[in-house]
Nanobody, 122 residues
Framework: QVQLVQSGGGLVQAGGSLRLSCTAS????????MGWFRQAPGKEREFVAA????????QYADSVKGRFTISRDNAQTTVYLQMNDLEPEDTAVYYC???????????????WGQGTQVTVSS
């Protein structure tokens, strides 16, 4: 079992930046893929970004490409989501998630963080 603890988030004005962190309890963190998802009020949860165990492959949702950056530090068992040029449409609860190695970064994620609110004011 993997426990994921998130930090970061908050309230920021449009055009601002925030960084989210997600620290995993799994000793073999360096072997698992990690992803970020978000859910806005009244909407379904959606994919934001994902990264393979060795950072060799990274994938982003079209809506965040060029603005968000996912990265990981395997020594710290932590994955990050740097969010720049934030827009009101980015307002949502953000979740990190972990999954076993798979051919696709979009394969099932088994464990989820507690979620953190990101609010972007216009």
């Amino acid at each position: 079992q993997v426990q994921l603890v998130q930090s970061g988030g908050g309230l920021v004005q449009a055009g601002g930046s925030l960084r989210l962190s997600c620290t995993a309890s799994k000793r073999t963190f360096s072997m698992i893929r990690m992803g970020w998802f978000r859910q806005a009020p009244g909407k379904e949860r959606e994919f934001v970004a994902a990264i393979t165990y060795n950072s060799g492959t990274i994938q982003y949702a079209d809506s965040v490409k060029g603005r968000f950056t996912i990265s990981r530090d395997n020594a710290q068992t932590t994955v990050y989501l740097q969010m720049n040029d934030l827009e009101p449409e980015d307002t949502a609860v953000y979740y990190c998630a972990s999954g076993e190695p798979a051919p696709s970064l979009m394969a099932r994620y088994d464990y989820w963080g507690q979620g953190t609110q990101v609010t972007v004011s216009s």
